[in-house]
């Protein structure tokens, strides 16, 4: 007889439903590459929606596929994590390596307003794969946002972060702020440097121009500014929408991307990307894409840029598409490029795509979730 439902355990299903579909909803917000000595890429870092930060071998991944399977489309590996613990409260949306060696330090920023930083070396020699606070190692650093103060001294909630940038050299880290603030780190005395105030609404991305000593930041209002790190004022507006906005369209900045020589900005406005040559001070072209852009950077003189749909696009500066790759997230938030030109795309679904310098698929995996 079908459907015998004698026992049939309704909270069980219950949370085996919720919890393939919490699953199906996590989203990778960044991927790194991790530093190593070694040419083959092989460990890659990746910040959840559920507060956690895990690390990962591809060549791990890529041995447990099938022989000759390239089919990246229905093989979804779960990975198991190299080292794996929670590091926010709430979503981690942001992870930077900082300095080189034995010192290098592993970044993250999060939704509870903080940056924290771990050795890597540390990370790296855990045994297990499970929580790392459960394995003793703590965080070496930990900063907080600070609050403001409103009507009769009541403080403000603490502003998330939502992006962090690094200048090991002059020994800071910046943090793109709810608060519609860049925040200044030093990390030898662990204080408070610099705060960069002047965007109208809060900050989606920021990013460290060491050359010149300033830094960048996009906000949900609209523009893009240049600030000089030492007095701490702005000293350039960008406003990639302008001329899109004389028709009626308004968009905020959702990244920027930096070239290798520092002298070319790619701003994003919702399906808009502006190339600016920063000596000059001039856009020199537009490109317009077919879904809102989440991430981008720089291939030499190529911008690959990831977003609201399951593609990464190649450019060239003009704006001409190179190529498009179809990538397993169906929306894709981080986009990050290897030394040997292996890309990673992560996003919705805890999925993230390997990519090799050709365009073939290498693996596909789902992140373990906390």
């Known amino acids: 007889m079908c459907g015998d439902a004698t026992n049939w355990d309704e909270n069980a299903y219950r ?8 699953i199906q909803t996590r989203t990778i917000f960044r991927t790194a590459w991790a530093p190593t000595e070694n040419p083959t890429p092989d460990t890659i870092v990746v910040a959840s929606s559920d ?24 093989q979804k590996l779960l990975a198991e994590p190299n080292c794996f613990f929670q590091g926010h409260d709430g979503p981690t949306y942001d992870v930077k390596f900082y300095g080189d060696g034995e010192d290098t330090l592993l970044l993250s920023c999060g939704d509870d307003g903080r940056v924290q930083g771990w050795r890597w070396q540390e990370l790296t020699n855990s045994i297990s794969p499970a929580s790392v606070h459960r394995n003793g190692i703590k965080p070496i650093l930990e900063w907080v946002n ?7 001294g009541a403080l403000s909630s603490i502003p998330e972060n939502n992006a962090i940038a690094v200048d090991a050299q002059g020994g800071s880290v910046f943090a793109a702020s709810g608060d519609s603030c ?14 960069f105030k002047g965007h109208s609404d809060y900050l989606h991305c920021i990013a460290a121009r060491n050359s010149a000593h300033q830094i960048i930041t996009g906000s949900e209002d609209g523009t893009t500014r240049i600030w000089d790190c030492k007095s701490g004022t702005c000293i350039q ?3 990639p929408a302008k001329d899109l906005k004389i028709k009626g369209f308004s968009s905020w900045v959702s990244c920027v991307a930096l070239d290798a020589s520092e002298s070319w900005l790619a701003c994003s406005n919702g399906r808009n990307i502006s190339i600016w040559n920063l000596p000059a001070s001039a856009c020199i072209s537009r490109i317009s894409t077919y879904a809102s852009v989440q991430d981008m950077l720089f291939d030499n003189n190529q911008i690959l840029a990831v977003g609201a749909d399951p593609l ?3 450019f060239d500066m003009n704006g001409v598409i190179l190529s498009q790759i179809q990538c397993a997230p169906p929306s894709s938030f981080s986009v990050s490029l290897h030394s040997s030109g292996v890309m990673a795309v992560g996003g919705y679904g805890c999925l993230v795509d390997v990519i090799s310098q050709y365009g073939s698929h290498m693996c596909t995996f789902r992140c373990q979730c906390v």
Not at 15 to 22: A, G, H, P, V, Y
Not at 62 to 73: C, D, E, Q, R, V
Not at 183 to 194: I, N, P, Q
Request: aromatic content about 10%; hydrophobic content about 30%; proline content about 5%.
């Open 312 to 314: 990464l696009n190649r």
């Open 182 to 195: 860049a925040y200044c780190w030093d990390v030898a005395t662990g204080k408070l440097k610099t705060v």
């Open 237 to 239: 507006v960008i406003d």
């Open 146 to 152: 600070p609050q403001h103060k409103g009507p009769w």
């Open 15 to 22: 949370e085996s439903m919720l919890k393939e579909r919490d």
């Open 51 to 74: 507060g956690s930060t895990a690390s990962y071998s591809i060549t791990s991944c890529i041995s447990k596929l099938p022989f000759g399977f390239t089919n990246t489309k229905t």
